[in-house]
Protein backbone atom coordinates (compact mmCIF):
# COMPACT_ATOMS: atom_id res chain seq x y z
CA UNK A 1 0.00 0.00 0.00
CA UNK A 2 1.19 3.26 -0.71
CA UNK A 3 1.23 5.61 2.29
CA UNK A 4 1.83 8.93 3.75
CA UNK A 5 2.87 8.04 7.03
CA UNK A 6 2.40 11.32 9.01
CA UNK A 7 5.42 9.85 11.47
CA UNK A 8 7.16 7.09 12.71
CA UNK A 9 -43.52 7.66 28.85
CA UNK A 10 -46.81 6.50 28.05
CA UNK A 11 -48.54 5.08 31.01
CA UNK A 12 -47.59 6.57 34.24
CA UNK A 13 -49.52 3.66 36.16
CA UNK A 14 -46.13 1.41 34.69
CA UNK A 15 -44.37 3.83 37.63
CA UNK A 16 -41.30 3.54 35.57
CA UNK A 17 -39.54 6.77 33.79
CA UNK A 18 -36.63 4.44 33.17
CA UNK A 19 -35.35 3.35 29.81
CA UNK A 20 -34.95 0.02 31.38
CA UNK A 21 -36.68 -2.31 33.66
CA UNK A 22 -36.84 -5.66 34.82
CA UNK A 23 -40.28 -6.54 34.12
CA UNK A 24 -40.68 -9.21 32.21
CA UNK A 25 -43.89 -10.26 33.72
CA UNK A 26 -45.15 -7.62 31.55
CA UNK A 27 -43.35 -7.63 28.39
CA UNK A 28 -44.19 -11.99 28.32
CA UNK A 29 -48.01 -10.89 28.55
CA UNK A 30 -47.87 -8.54 25.69
CA UNK A 31 -46.25 -10.58 23.53
CA UNK A 32 -49.08 -12.91 24.37
CA UNK A 33 -51.71 -10.86 23.67
CA UNK A 34 -50.67 -10.42 20.35
CA UNK A 35 -50.07 -13.56 19.17
CA UNK A 36 -53.46 -14.55 20.22
CA UNK A 37 -54.76 -11.58 18.45
CA UNK A 38 -52.73 -12.91 15.26
CA UNK A 39 -51.73 -16.02 14.50
CA UNK A 40 -53.03 -19.18 12.81
CA UNK A 41 -50.00 -21.81 13.45
CA UNK A 42 -51.40 -23.90 10.73
CA UNK A 43 -50.72 -23.91 7.00
CA UNK A 44 -52.78 -21.19 4.92
CA UNK A 45 -55.99 -23.09 3.54
CA UNK A 46 -56.18 -24.18 0.18
CA UNK A 47 -58.99 -21.10 -0.43
CA UNK A 48 -56.26 -18.56 0.41
CA UNK A 49 -54.11 -19.69 -1.79
CA UNK A 50 -56.30 -19.83 -5.06
CA UNK A 51 -57.20 -15.86 -3.78
CA UNK A 52 -53.96 -15.51 -3.88
CA UNK A 53 -53.26 -16.66 -7.25
CA UNK A 54 -56.82 -15.23 -9.06
CA UNK A 55 -55.45 -11.88 -7.16
CA UNK A 56 -51.79 -11.59 -8.44
CA UNK A 57 -51.25 -14.10 -10.94
CA UNK A 58 -50.01 -17.91 -11.14
CA UNK A 59 -46.31 -17.03 -11.22
CA UNK A 60 -46.86 -14.83 -8.56
CA UNK A 61 -47.52 -17.29 -5.61
CA UNK A 62 -44.79 -19.75 -5.09
CA UNK A 63 -45.19 -23.11 -3.18
CA UNK A 64 -43.07 -26.24 -2.00
CA UNK A 65 -39.86 -26.82 -4.14
CA UNK A 66 -40.40 -23.89 -6.72
CA UNK A 67 -39.44 -21.31 -3.54
CA UNK A 68 -35.72 -21.26 -3.34
CA UNK A 69 -33.33 -21.05 -0.80
CA UNK A 70 -32.88 -16.96 -0.27
CA UNK A 71 -36.51 -17.14 1.07
CA UNK A 72 -35.82 -19.04 3.62
CA UNK A 73 -33.34 -17.26 6.39
CA UNK A 74 -31.76 -14.16 5.71
CA UNK A 75 -28.31 -12.95 6.61
CA UNK A 76 -27.61 -14.88 10.01
CA UNK A 77 -27.93 -18.27 8.85
CA UNK A 78 -30.71 -18.83 11.49
CA UNK A 79 -33.00 -21.77 11.19
CA UNK A 80 -33.75 -21.97 7.38
CA UNK A 81 -37.56 -22.76 6.58
CA UNK A 82 -39.69 -22.89 3.72
CA UNK A 83 -42.92 -20.43 3.96
CA UNK A 84 -45.69 -22.21 3.08
CA UNK A 85 -46.09 -19.90 0.19
CA UNK A 86 -43.95 -16.93 -1.47
CA UNK A 87 -45.56 -13.88 -2.74
CA UNK A 88 -44.03 -11.81 -5.87
CA UNK A 89 -46.38 -8.87 -6.50
CA UNK A 90 -45.48 -6.42 -9.06
CA UNK A 91 -47.06 -3.41 -7.76
CA UNK A 92 -48.67 -1.51 -4.54
CA UNK A 93 -52.01 -2.59 -5.77
CA UNK A 94 -51.03 -6.57 -5.78
CA UNK A 95 -49.63 -6.08 -2.29
CA UNK A 96 -52.77 -4.40 -1.44
CA UNK A 97 -54.84 -7.04 -3.10
CA UNK A 98 -52.65 -9.74 -1.17
CA UNK A 99 -52.58 -7.96 2.34
CA UNK A 100 -56.26 -7.41 2.22
CA UNK A 101 -57.03 -11.54 1.06
CA UNK A 102 -54.10 -12.09 4.22
CA UNK A 103 -56.24 -10.30 6.47
CA UNK A 104 -59.44 -11.65 5.82
CA UNK A 105 -57.89 -15.29 6.40
CA UNK A 106 -55.98 -14.02 9.54
CA UNK A 107 -53.04 -15.73 7.57
CA UNK A 108 -49.50 -14.93 8.73
CA UNK A 109 -47.55 -12.63 6.03
CA UNK A 110 -43.68 -12.24 6.98
CA UNK A 111 -42.39 -9.17 4.56
CA UNK A 112 -38.64 -10.06 2.24
CA UNK A 113 -36.34 -7.53 1.20
CA UNK A 114 -32.97 -8.58 0.40
CA UNK A 115 -32.63 -11.11 3.55
CA UNK A 116 -29.20 -9.28 4.52
CA UNK A 117 -30.73 -8.46 7.99
CA UNK A 118 -29.24 -9.38 10.84
CA UNK A 119 -31.59 -10.41 13.47
CA UNK A 120 -34.05 -12.67 11.95
CA UNK A 121 -36.55 -10.56 11.20
CA UNK A 122 -37.44 -11.94 7.37
CA UNK A 123 -37.58 -15.45 8.43
CA UNK A 124 -41.11 -16.93 8.18
CA UNK A 125 -42.39 -20.03 9.84
CA UNK A 126 -43.51 -22.86 7.64
CA UNK A 127 -46.75 -21.37 7.84
CA UNK A 128 -46.20 -18.26 7.56
CA UNK A 129 -46.64 -16.94 3.87
CA UNK A 130 -43.26 -14.43 2.68
CA UNK A 131 -43.79 -11.43 0.69
CA UNK A 132 -40.73 -10.85 -1.25
CA UNK A 133 -40.81 -7.26 -2.76
CA UNK A 134 -37.81 -8.68 -5.00
CA UNK A 135 -40.09 -7.23 -8.45
CA UNK A 136 -41.16 -3.80 -6.84
CA UNK A 137 -37.94 -2.36 -8.45
CA UNK A 138 -36.85 0.75 -10.13
CA UNK A 139 -36.15 4.61 -9.04
CA UNK A 140 -39.51 6.62 -10.31
CA UNK A 141 -38.33 9.82 -9.92
CA UNK A 142 -35.29 11.65 -9.33
CA UNK A 143 -36.50 15.90 -8.16
CA UNK A 144 -33.23 18.03 -8.99
CA UNK A 145 -35.35 21.36 -7.40
CA UNK A 146 -36.20 19.22 -4.55
CA UNK A 147 -33.55 17.07 -4.32
CA UNK A 148 -35.39 13.68 -3.84
CA UNK A 149 -35.43 10.53 -5.08
CA UNK A 150 -38.76 8.27 -5.15
CA UNK A 151 -37.58 4.72 -5.54
CA UNK A 152 -40.51 1.45 -4.75
CA UNK A 153 -39.25 -0.65 -1.47
CA UNK A 154 -37.19 -3.55 -3.94
CA UNK A 155 -34.64 -1.98 -5.32
CA UNK A 156 -31.44 -2.18 -4.13
CA UNK A 157 -29.90 0.31 -1.78
CA UNK A 158 -26.54 0.46 -4.72
CA UNK A 159 -28.95 0.92 -7.81
CA UNK A 160 -30.53 3.80 -5.78
CA UNK A 161 -26.90 5.12 -4.93
CA UNK A 162 -25.86 4.71 -8.50
CA UNK A 163 -29.16 6.21 -9.88
CA UNK A 164 -28.42 9.90 -7.31
CA UNK A 165 -25.16 9.60 -8.58
CA UNK A 166 -25.77 9.67 -11.97
CA UNK A 167 -28.15 12.34 -11.76
CA UNK A 168 -24.89 14.62 -10.04
CA UNK A 169 -26.18 13.89 -5.92
CA UNK A 170 -25.57 11.56 -2.80
CA UNK A 171 -27.70 9.00 -1.31
CA UNK A 172 -26.29 8.99 2.15
CA UNK A 173 -27.24 6.00 3.51
CA UNK A 174 -24.52 3.15 2.99
CA UNK A 175 -23.71 -0.26 4.46
CA UNK A 176 -21.56 -3.40 3.56
CA UNK A 177 -24.70 -5.29 2.31
CA UNK A 178 -25.42 -2.60 -0.25
CA UNK A 179 -25.94 -4.49 -3.39
CA UNK A 180 -28.29 -6.74 -1.88
CA UNK A 181 -29.99 -5.00 0.65
CA UNK A 182 -33.55 -2.95 -0.61
CA UNK A 183 -34.86 -0.11 0.26
CA UNK A 184 -37.82 -1.37 1.96
CA UNK A 185 -35.52 -3.62 4.23
CA UNK A 186 -33.72 -0.35 5.07
CA UNK A 187 -36.63 1.68 5.94
CA UNK A 188 -38.08 -1.43 8.15
CA UNK A 189 -34.65 -2.04 10.05
CA UNK A 190 -34.05 1.73 10.18
CA UNK A 191 -30.60 0.91 8.99
CA UNK A 192 -27.34 2.64 10.18
CA UNK A 193 -24.72 1.76 8.62
CA UNK A 194 -20.65 3.87 7.43
CA UNK A 195 -22.00 7.63 7.09
CA UNK A 196 -24.68 8.01 10.05
CA UNK A 197 -22.03 10.46 12.02
CA UNK A 198 -22.43 12.48 8.81
CA UNK A 199 -26.44 12.31 7.97
CA UNK A 200 -28.42 10.14 10.43
CA UNK A 201 -29.82 6.85 10.22
CA UNK A 202 -31.89 5.63 7.29
CA UNK A 203 -35.15 7.71 9.14
CA UNK A 204 -33.39 10.70 8.42
CA UNK A 205 -33.19 9.91 4.90
CA UNK A 206 -36.93 9.89 4.67
CA UNK A 207 -39.41 12.99 3.63
CA UNK A 208 -42.45 10.51 2.21
CA UNK A 209 -43.18 6.78 2.40
CA UNK A 210 -46.18 4.55 0.92
CA UNK A 211 -47.04 1.70 3.48
CA UNK A 212 -50.02 -1.02 2.67
CA UNK A 213 -51.32 -1.77 6.12
CA UNK A 214 -52.50 -5.58 7.13
CA UNK A 215 -55.89 -4.79 5.90
CA UNK A 216 -54.66 -3.95 2.55
CA UNK A 217 -55.61 -0.41 2.91
CA UNK A 218 -52.50 1.74 1.12
CA UNK A 219 -51.16 4.73 2.92
CA UNK A 220 -49.90 7.44 -0.02
CA UNK A 221 -47.75 10.04 1.78
CA UNK A 222 -45.03 10.61 -0.92
CA UNK A 223 -45.03 14.06 -0.03
CA UNK A 224 -41.32 16.00 -0.50
CA UNK A 225 -41.44 18.50 1.68
CA UNK A 226 -38.93 18.82 4.24
CA UNK A 227 -41.48 21.20 6.29
CA UNK A 228 -45.29 19.57 7.10
CA UNK A 229 -46.55 19.77 10.62
CA UNK A 230 -50.57 18.82 9.64
CA UNK A 231 -50.86 15.98 12.74
CA UNK A 232 -48.85 12.71 13.50
CA UNK A 233 -46.24 12.52 11.06
CA UNK A 234 -47.21 8.66 10.23
CA UNK A 235 -43.72 7.54 8.66
CA UNK A 236 -41.90 7.29 11.06
CA UNK A 237 -44.18 4.27 13.17
CA UNK A 238 -43.50 2.34 9.90
CA UNK A 239 -39.66 3.13 9.66
CA UNK A 240 -38.10 0.41 11.89
CA UNK A 241 -41.31 -1.17 12.82
CA UNK A 242 -39.62 -4.33 10.64
CA UNK A 243 -42.69 -5.57 8.83
CA UNK A 244 -44.80 -5.44 11.85
CA UNK A 245 -47.18 -2.58 11.26
CA UNK A 246 -47.42 -2.30 7.23
CA UNK A 247 -45.45 -3.43 3.92
CA UNK A 248 -43.14 -0.60 2.35
CA UNK A 249 -43.52 -0.28 -1.19
CA UNK A 250 -42.53 3.46 -1.91
CA UNK A 251 -40.31 5.87 -0.92
CA UNK A 252 -39.20 9.86 -1.18
CA UNK A 253 -35.31 9.73 -0.11
CA UNK A 254 -33.75 13.26 0.52
CA UNK A 255 -30.67 13.48 -1.62
CA UNK A 256 -27.43 15.56 -0.79
CA UNK A 257 -24.69 17.32 -2.99
CA UNK A 258 -22.37 14.82 -3.47
CA UNK A 259 -18.84 15.02 -1.44
CA UNK A 260 -16.56 15.69 -3.66
CA UNK A 261 -13.38 14.61 -2.16
CA UNK A 262 -12.88 12.13 0.38
CA UNK A 263 -9.98 10.96 2.63
CA UNK A 264 -9.35 7.94 4.17
CA UNK A 265 -7.39 7.36 7.11
CA UNK A 266 -6.02 5.23 9.54
CA UNK A 267 -5.09 5.68 12.58
CA UNK A 268 -3.01 3.73 15.64
CA UNK A 269 -4.27 5.27 18.99
CA UNK A 270 -3.19 4.99 22.37
CA UNK A 271 -6.98 3.67 23.86
CA UNK A 272 -10.59 4.76 23.65
CA UNK A 273 -10.15 8.07 25.64
CA UNK A 274 -7.95 9.14 23.25
CA UNK A 275 -10.07 8.05 20.01
CA UNK A 276 -13.04 10.14 21.74
CA UNK A 277 -10.22 13.28 22.27
CA UNK A 278 -9.75 12.83 18.19
CA UNK A 279 -13.28 12.44 17.39
CA UNK A 280 -14.40 15.59 19.60
CA UNK A 281 -10.96 16.93 17.87
CA UNK A 282 -12.19 16.19 14.32
CA UNK A 283 -15.64 17.31 14.63
CA UNK A 284 -15.14 20.73 16.13
CA UNK A 285 -12.67 21.16 12.90
CA UNK A 286 -14.89 19.79 10.14
CA UNK A 287 -18.37 19.24 11.26
CA UNK A 288 -19.78 16.63 9.39
CA UNK A 289 -17.32 16.33 6.92
CA UNK A 290 -16.34 13.53 9.15
CA UNK A 291 -17.92 10.69 6.98
CA UNK A 292 -17.02 7.72 9.19
CA UNK A 293 -15.09 7.08 12.50
CA UNK A 294 -14.61 3.37 12.61
CA UNK A 295 -12.86 2.15 15.73
CA UNK A 296 -11.44 -1.52 15.87
CA UNK A 297 -9.79 -3.17 18.61
CA UNK A 298 -6.95 -5.23 18.06
CA UNK A 299 -8.03 -8.98 17.86
CA UNK A 300 -10.75 -7.49 15.19
CA UNK A 301 -8.31 -5.51 13.20
CA UNK A 302 -5.79 -8.46 13.17
CA UNK A 303 -8.44 -10.50 12.44
CA UNK A 304 -9.24 -8.30 9.58
CA UNK A 305 -6.07 -7.89 8.18
CA UNK A 306 -5.90 -11.31 8.27
CA UNK A 307 -8.68 -12.54 6.31
CA UNK A 308 -8.46 -9.75 3.83
CA UNK A 309 -4.54 -10.84 3.16
CA UNK A 310 -3.67 -6.79 3.74
CA UNK A 311 -0.62 -5.93 4.67
CA UNK A 312 -0.95 -3.45 8.08
CA UNK A 313 0.54 -0.41 7.34
CA UNK A 314 1.41 -0.13 10.84
CA UNK A 315 5.53 -2.13 12.13
CA UNK A 316 3.82 -2.43 15.44
CA UNK A 317 0.64 -3.34 16.70
CA UNK A 318 -1.62 -0.61 18.78
CA UNK A 319 -4.16 -0.63 21.05
CA UNK A 320 -6.63 0.63 19.28
CA UNK A 321 -6.89 1.86 15.58
CA UNK A 322 -9.64 4.05 13.67
CA UNK A 323 -10.87 4.14 9.93
CA UNK A 324 -12.14 7.92 9.71
CA UNK A 325 -12.97 9.43 6.46
CA UNK A 326 -13.16 13.11 5.66
CA UNK A 327 -15.37 14.29 2.79
CA UNK A 328 -15.74 17.36 1.41
CA UNK A 329 -17.49 19.27 -1.11
CA UNK A 330 -14.96 20.82 -2.04
CA UNK A 331 -13.41 19.11 -5.43
CA UNK A 332 -10.15 21.22 -4.77
CA UNK A 333 -9.73 19.89 -1.18
CA UNK A 334 -6.70 17.72 -1.31
CA UNK A 335 -6.97 16.62 1.99
CA UNK A 336 -4.33 19.12 3.30
CA UNK A 337 -6.63 20.61 5.85
CA UNK A 338 -7.38 16.89 7.32
CA UNK A 339 -3.74 15.67 7.09
CA UNK A 340 -2.86 19.00 8.91
CA UNK A 341 -5.35 17.88 11.82
CA UNK A 342 -4.03 14.75 12.14
CA UNK A 343 -0.02 15.77 12.01
CA UNK A 344 -1.51 18.18 14.95
CA UNK A 345 -2.95 15.31 16.87
CA UNK A 346 0.54 13.34 16.47
CA UNK A 347 2.34 16.04 17.98
CA UNK A 348 0.23 16.36 20.70
CA UNK A 349 0.14 12.43 21.52
CA UNK A 350 -3.58 12.12 20.81
CA UNK A 351 -2.90 9.53 18.28
CA UNK A 352 0.22 7.26 17.75
CA UNK A 353 0.85 6.69 13.99
CA UNK A 354 -1.73 7.25 11.03
CA UNK A 355 -1.66 6.83 7.28
CA UNK A 356 -3.69 8.47 4.68
CA UNK A 357 -4.66 6.51 1.64
CA UNK A 358 -2.98 7.67 -1.61
CA UNK A 359 -5.28 5.73 -4.20
CA UNK A 360 -8.49 4.24 -4.27
CA UNK A 361 -6.98 0.86 -3.98
CA UNK A 362 -5.75 2.15 -0.63
CA UNK A 363 -9.09 3.34 0.47
CA UNK A 364 -10.48 -0.07 -1.01
CA UNK A 365 -7.64 -1.92 0.92
CA UNK A 366 -8.21 -0.03 4.29
CA UNK A 367 -12.15 -0.69 4.09
CA UNK A 368 -11.64 -3.83 3.63
CA UNK A 369 -10.36 -4.29 6.78
CA UNK A 370 -13.14 -3.08 8.07
CA UNK A 371 -15.74 -4.95 6.27
CA UNK A 372 -14.24 -8.10 6.54
CA UNK A 373 -17.69 -8.60 8.82
CA UNK A 374 -18.74 -10.21 5.88
CA UNK A 375 -17.29 -12.56 5.70
CA UNK A 376 -18.25 -13.35 9.41
CA UNK A 377 -21.29 -15.89 8.75
CA UNK A 378 -19.20 -18.20 6.47
CA UNK A 379 -15.65 -17.66 9.23
CA UNK A 380 -17.17 -18.24 12.21
CA UNK A 381 -19.92 -19.15 14.34
CA UNK A 382 -20.84 -15.89 14.78
CA UNK A 383 -22.87 -14.83 18.05
CA UNK A 384 -23.72 -11.35 17.06
CA UNK A 385 -24.31 -7.98 19.32
CA UNK A 386 -24.97 -4.19 18.02
CA UNK A 387 -25.57 -2.61 20.97
CA UNK A 388 -25.22 1.42 21.87
CA UNK A 389 -24.08 2.98 25.00
CA UNK A 390 -23.41 6.83 25.59
CA UNK A 391 -19.95 7.30 23.85
CA UNK A 392 -17.97 8.31 26.84
CA UNK A 393 -18.69 4.81 28.46
CA UNK A 394 -18.29 2.44 25.82
CA UNK A 395 -14.53 2.20 26.14
CA UNK A 396 -15.34 0.30 29.97
CA UNK A 397 -17.98 -1.10 28.79
CA UNK A 398 -15.64 -3.26 26.39
CA UNK A 399 -13.19 -3.78 29.56
CA UNK A 400 -15.86 -5.10 31.04
CA UNK A 401 -17.63 -7.14 29.26
CA UNK A 402 -14.25 -8.92 27.63
CA UNK A 403 -13.39 -9.61 31.29
CA UNK A 404 -16.38 -10.99 31.84
CA UNK A 405 -16.86 -13.07 28.82
CA UNK A 406 -12.89 -14.58 29.93
CA UNK A 407 -14.06 -15.18 33.08
CA UNK A 408 -17.32 -16.93 31.78
CA UNK A 409 -15.98 -18.74 28.98
CA UNK A 410 -11.74 -18.56 29.15
CA UNK A 411 -10.42 -19.03 25.84
CA UNK A 412 -13.33 -17.32 23.83
CA UNK A 413 -12.28 -15.55 20.95
CA UNK A 414 -14.17 -12.31 20.48
CA UNK A 415 -14.16 -9.26 18.47
CA UNK A 416 -14.73 -5.77 19.18
CA UNK A 417 -15.33 -3.00 16.68
CA UNK A 418 -17.74 -0.17 16.24
CA UNK A 419 -19.40 2.96 14.47
CA UNK A 420 -18.02 4.86 17.48
CA UNK A 421 -19.09 8.60 16.15
CA UNK A 422 -22.71 7.47 16.30
CA UNK A 423 -22.61 5.02 19.65
CA UNK A 424 -22.67 1.62 18.26
CA UNK A 425 -20.60 -0.67 19.46
CA UNK A 426 -20.69 -4.22 17.46
CA UNK A 427 -19.58 -7.86 19.40
CA UNK A 428 -18.83 -11.03 17.92
CA UNK A 429 -18.26 -13.75 19.75
CA UNK A 430 -16.80 -17.39 17.69
CA UNK A 431 -19.12 -19.84 18.76
CA UNK A 432 -15.90 -22.48 17.77
CA UNK A 433 -13.97 -20.77 20.22
CA UNK A 434 -16.71 -22.27 23.43
CA UNK A 435 -17.91 -25.31 22.02
CA UNK A 436 -20.83 -26.97 23.67
CA UNK A 437 -21.87 -23.66 24.95
CA UNK A 438 -25.38 -22.38 23.81
CA UNK A 439 -25.72 -19.39 21.60
CA UNK A 440 -28.87 -18.23 24.10
CA UNK A 441 -26.34 -18.20 27.58
CA UNK A 442 -24.28 -15.82 25.72
CA UNK A 443 -26.66 -13.13 24.55
CA UNK A 444 -28.29 -13.38 27.91
CA UNK A 445 -24.93 -13.06 29.42
CA UNK A 446 -23.81 -9.83 27.42
CA UNK A 447 -27.31 -8.53 27.28
CA UNK A 448 -27.58 -8.54 30.93
CA UNK A 449 -24.40 -6.42 31.43
CA UNK A 450 -25.89 -3.69 29.38
CA UNK A 451 -29.24 -3.11 31.60
CA UNK A 452 -27.68 -1.13 34.53
CA UNK A 453 -26.15 1.18 32.06
CA UNK A 454 -29.34 1.93 30.34
CA UNK A 455 -27.65 0.59 26.62
CA UNK A 456 -29.77 -0.47 23.79
CA UNK A 457 -29.74 -4.30 23.02
CA UNK A 458 -30.27 -3.53 18.97
CA UNK A 459 -28.26 -0.02 17.97
CA UNK A 460 -29.47 -0.80 13.85
CA UNK A 461 -30.38 -4.20 13.09
CA UNK A 462 -33.28 -4.29 15.00
CA UNK A 463 -34.85 -6.66 17.43
CA UNK A 464 -36.35 -9.35 14.70
CA UNK A 465 -36.46 -12.78 16.01
CA UNK A 466 -32.99 -12.96 17.65
CA UNK A 467 -33.32 -9.96 20.62
CA UNK A 468 -37.09 -10.07 21.39
CA UNK A 469 -36.87 -11.64 24.28
CA UNK A 470 -34.50 -9.04 25.24
CA UNK A 471 -36.14 -6.00 24.39
CA UNK A 472 -37.55 -5.32 27.78
CA UNK A 473 -33.90 -4.70 28.82
CA UNK A 474 -34.01 -1.00 26.40
CA UNK A 475 -37.74 -0.35 26.46
CA UNK A 476 -39.46 0.20 29.88
CA UNK A 477 -43.39 -1.61 29.83
CA UNK A 478 -44.77 1.95 29.30
CA UNK A 479 -42.93 2.01 26.37
CA UNK A 480 -43.85 -1.74 25.23
CA UNK A 481 -47.61 -1.07 25.95
CA UNK A 482 -47.33 1.94 23.58
CA UNK A 483 -45.88 -0.06 20.70
CA UNK A 484 -48.30 -3.38 21.48
CA UNK A 485 -51.17 -0.31 20.98
CA UNK A 486 -49.86 0.95 17.77
CA UNK A 487 -49.15 -2.96 16.80
CA UNK A 488 -53.17 -4.32 17.63
CA UNK A 489 -54.45 -0.67 16.07
CA UNK A 490 -52.77 -0.88 12.48
CA UNK A 491 -52.99 -4.38 12.57
CA UNK A 492 -55.72 -6.22 14.36
CA UNK A 493 -55.28 -9.46 13.59
CA UNK A 494 -51.53 -9.99 14.18
CA UNK A 495 -51.28 -10.72 10.95
CA UNK A 496 -47.42 -8.91 10.14
CA UNK A 497 -44.48 -10.78 10.68
CA UNK A 498 -45.94 -12.21 14.06
CA UNK A 499 -43.04 -13.32 16.66
CA UNK A 500 -40.83 -10.46 15.70
CA UNK A 501 -40.36 -7.60 17.50
CA UNK A 502 -42.83 -8.46 20.56
C1 LIG B 1 -22.35 -7.47 4.99
C2 LIG B 1 -23.45 -6.79 5.76
C3 LIG B 1 -23.23 -5.52 6.29
C4 LIG B 1 -24.25 -4.89 7.00
N1 LIG B 1 -24.01 -3.65 7.51
C5 LIG B 1 -24.99 -3.01 8.17
C6 LIG B 1 -24.76 -1.71 8.70
O1 LIG B 1 -23.67 -1.18 8.63
N2 LIG B 1 -25.79 -1.10 9.31
C7 LIG B 1 -27.02 -1.68 9.43
O2 LIG B 1 -27.93 -1.07 9.99
N3 LIG B 1 -27.26 -2.92 8.96
C8 LIG B 1 -26.28 -3.60 8.34
N4 LIG B 1 -26.51 -4.85 7.86
C9 LIG B 1 -27.82 -5.49 8.07
C10 LIG B 1 -28.79 -5.37 6.87
O3 LIG B 1 -28.13 -5.17 5.68
C11 LIG B 1 -29.78 -4.27 7.10
O4 LIG B 1 -30.57 -4.57 8.22
C12 LIG B 1 -30.70 -4.00 5.90
O5 LIG B 1 -31.34 -2.77 6.13
C13 LIG B 1 -31.73 -5.08 5.66
O6 LIG B 1 -32.31 -4.89 4.39
P1 LIG B 1 -32.92 -6.13 3.58
O7 LIG B 1 -33.58 -5.59 2.37
O8 LIG B 1 -31.92 -7.17 3.36
O9 LIG B 1 -34.05 -6.61 4.62
P2 LIG B 1 -34.45 -8.10 5.06
O10 LIG B 1 -33.31 -8.76 5.72
O11 LIG B 1 -35.08 -8.80 3.94
O12 LIG B 1 -35.57 -7.74 6.15
C14 LIG B 1 -35.23 -7.08 7.34
C15 LIG B 1 -36.52 -6.71 8.10
O13 LIG B 1 -37.26 -5.75 7.36
C16 LIG B 1 -38.56 -6.25 7.01
N5 LIG B 1 -38.82 -5.77 5.65
C17 LIG B 1 -38.05 -5.95 4.55
N6 LIG B 1 -38.58 -5.28 3.51
C18 LIG B 1 -39.71 -4.69 3.95
C19 LIG B 1 -40.71 -3.85 3.35
N7 LIG B 1 -40.64 -3.49 2.08
N8 LIG B 1 -41.73 -3.43 4.13
C20 LIG B 1 -41.81 -3.78 5.44
N9 LIG B 1 -40.92 -4.56 6.05
C21 LIG B 1 -39.87 -5.00 5.32
C22 LIG B 1 -38.47 -7.76 7.17
O14 LIG B 1 -39.72 -8.33 7.49
C23 LIG B 1 -37.47 -7.89 8.30
O15 LIG B 1 -38.12 -7.73 9.53
C24 LIG B 1 -25.51 -5.52 7.17
C25 LIG B 1 -25.71 -6.80 6.64
C26 LIG B 1 -24.70 -7.43 5.96
C27 LIG B 1 -24.96 -8.79 5.40
Known amino acids: MTDNR ?14 SNSG ?27 ALRAALGDDAVRIGEQIGEHAMT ?7 TRPAALLLPRSTEEVSRALAICHAA ?29 RLTGVEEIDAASATLTVRAGTTLQTAQEAAAEAG ?8 ARGSCQIGGNLATNAGGNRVIQSGTARDQVLGLEVVLANGDVLTSLGKMVKNNTGYDLKHWFIGSEGTLGVITRAVLRLHPPRAARHTALVALDGYAAAVNLLRRLSSRF ?25 SPFADPHPLYALIEHASFDASDDGERFS ?42 AINFDVSLPIGEIGAFVDRCRAALDQQWPGNVSYFFGHIGDSNLHVTVDGHSIPGVDHHAVYAFVYEMLRSLHGSVSAEHGIG ?19 AAIKHALDPHGILNPGKLF
Open 465 to 483: LLKREFLPISRSPAELAAM
Open 287 to 311: GNDIGAFEIMWPDFYDFGVKLTGTR
Open 169 to 176: FELALDLG
Open 24 to 50: GDISSNISSNISSNATRGTAPLPATLD
Open 6 to 19: LASGVASSAGSNST
Open 106 to 134: HQPVVPQGGMTGLAGGAIARSTDIALSLE
Open 74 to 80: DWTRHDP
Open 340 to 381: CALTEALDSAVIRDAVIAQSVADVRALWAIRECTAEFPVRLD
